[in-house]
């Protein structure tokens, strides 16, 4: 398993998939292994995709320090891999929270990232959050699936903060275009591959300084493609679009009939969307 040390020597631990030009892939969770994002629904059949299991997940070390989850405190991690992979600039993908950390990274290091792509991604760094109403749009769409009627309810528990452990299971299904035995095994793996003390300290408000961050990205040279689901909550398409609205060079590819993990659900597409976009590198 190859690893490298962190600014504060925590041992990092990575993967390398595929074949072709490296792409740097961080992921969400908050806080989970990477092993969730598998291939990337075929992506490996263009891309080298090197998978970093952050800080405290997969076969990373737990740091000394539990400070160091909050995610701007990773940016260093990210820095240190980089330097690790030998690479002057990055092709940057992140998924879920791990857009916040994407964003951070690029925030502080804008001259090492050539393109960034952000999957079904957070965006707190820019001052976007995903609300409870925004949770209730997007869980409407999904009225007509025969498990909609008993998983609402615990949905809704969930961004109300009063959700129990049955109710995260209970609304799982609205995280996935399609409720399938693919999605069912994929669901599975969550709590065996999330850090949940991790979790906790990974976006505390006071990682984030928005006003800056925007008006980095607001004069920031570089090409972003923001994939979002069209079933998914957080984003949903239009807020995804608010936050591509941010960048001087950003563009949005709405996947139809995807949810939070939008590979699982139509693989080709994905993979046709994100490497249309990496090889058009000017």
């Given amino acids: 398993m190859p690893t490298f040390a962190a600014s504060d020597g925590t041992r990092l631990a990575h993967h390398g998939r595929g074949e072709g030009p490296p792409l740097l892939c961080l992921p969400g969770g908050p806080m989970r292994a990477s092993a969730y994002l598998g291939d990337l629904g075929g992506l490996t059949r263009h891309r080298r995709l090197c998978l970093l299991d952050l800080r405290g997940t997969g076969a990373s070390d737990r740091p000394a320090d539990p400070a160091t989850y909050r995610c701007d405190r990773q940016v260093d991690d990210v820095e240190a891999f980089r330097a690790h992979l030998g690479l002057d600039r990055v092709d940057l993908l992140a998924h879920s929270a791990g857009g916040d950390l994407a964003l951070l990274y690029a925030v502080r290091h804008p001259e090492r990232v050539r393109s960034l792509t952000l999957v079904a991604a957070?965006?707190?760094?820019?001052?976007?959050?995903?609300?409870?109403?925004?949770?209730?749009?997007?869980?409407?769409?999904?009225?007509?699936?025969?498990?909609?009627?008993?998983?609402?309810?615990?949905?809704?528990?969930?961004?109300?903060?009063?959700?129990?452990?049955?109710?995260?299971?209970?609304?799982?299904?609205?995280?996935?275009?399609?409720?399938?035995?693919?999605?069912?095994?994929h669901a599975a793996t969550d709590l065996d591959q999330t850090n949940e003390e991790a979790a906790d300290r990974y976006a505390t408000p006071d990682a984030f300084r928005p006003a800056a961050a925007r008006a980095v990205v607001a004069a920031w040279d570089v090409r972003v493609l923001l994939v979002p689901g069209a079933l998914d909550s957080g984003p949903l398409p239009r807020v995804a679009a608010t936050v591509a609205d941010l960048f001087a060079r950003a563009e949005t590819a709405v996947l139809p009939g995807a949810g939070h993990f939008p590979w699982l659900d139509d693989p080709r597409l994905f993979t046709d969307t994100v490497e249309g976009f990496l090889g058009r590198q000017e």
């Fill in 122 to 185: 957070r965006a707190r760094a820019l001052g976007v959050d995903f609300t409870p109403e925004h949770r209730a749009e997007g869980a409407a769409l999904r009225a007509g699936e025969p498990w909609f009627e008993g998983a609402h309810a615990a949905y809704g528990r969930i961004w109300a903060g009063t959700a129990s452990d049955a109710d995260f299971d209970a609304a799982t299904p609205f995280f996935y275009g399609r409720w399938d035995a693919a999605a069912r095994v």
